[in-house]
């Protein structure tokens, strides 16, 4: 697991894997048993399996094989990071989500998000083929052809009060 999923997400979001490590740790450092690092990755993971609450993550990650893909991945990217043989308790991830700093939660959202617009891995999912475009400096939406055309279709050939004005 830890293969494809690494190599999925370096190949998706590259920068995404080192960052969790610059968010901002809000706890008492002489305390910390889970680094952030650490915390995230579960959290994130969880997420991706789908475990709903957070007191699911013993029973659906913590099993040892997948102690010891965190440990890899935490090795390949967090090398200054040693990672627990133990997964932390959902309360533990609950203790830091509500002290850390938000933006630096949404920064990692954004990280993401921007790779994958930029790398145009979501352009077969666009609905109607909407795009974005500047107009006299107001920001216009201009909607492809073959929208318009299917619009018209529907409506047996008629156009819309507002394309009758604007070709007018």
Do not use: W
């Not at 190599?7 to 995404?16: M, V």
């Not at 305390?31 to 650490?38: A, D, G, K, V």
Request: charged content about 30%; glycine content about 8%; aromatic content about 6%.
């Amino acid at each position: 697991m830890p293969e494809a999923l690494v190599k999925t997400i370096q190949h998706f979001a590259p920068d995404f894997l080192p960052a969790p490590a610059r968010v901002r740790d809000p706890r008492n450092p002489e305390r910390i048993t889970y680094p952030i690092e650490n915390l995230l990755l579960v959290g994130i993971l969880s997420f991706l399996v789908k475990a709903g609450a957070r007191r699911n993550i013993k029973y659906l990650l913590g099993i040892r094989g997948f102690i010891e893909n965190l440990q890899k991945i935490g090795a390949v990217f967090y090398a200054e990071t040693a990672f627990p043989d133990t997964l932390p308790h959902g309360d533990t991830l609950n203790y830091l989500l509500e002290r850390v700093v938000v933006s630096g939660i949404e920064d990692l959202r954004t990280l993401v998000m921007r790779a994958l617009l930029r790398g145009r891995c979501l352009e077969r999912f666009r609905l109607l083929d909407v795009r974005r475009g500047r107009r006299g400096g107001e920001a216009a939406l201009r909607v492809g052809d073959q929208h318009r055309a299917r619009r018209q279709a529907r409506r047996g050939g008629r156009k819309s009060r507002r394309e009758a004005t604007v070709e007018d």
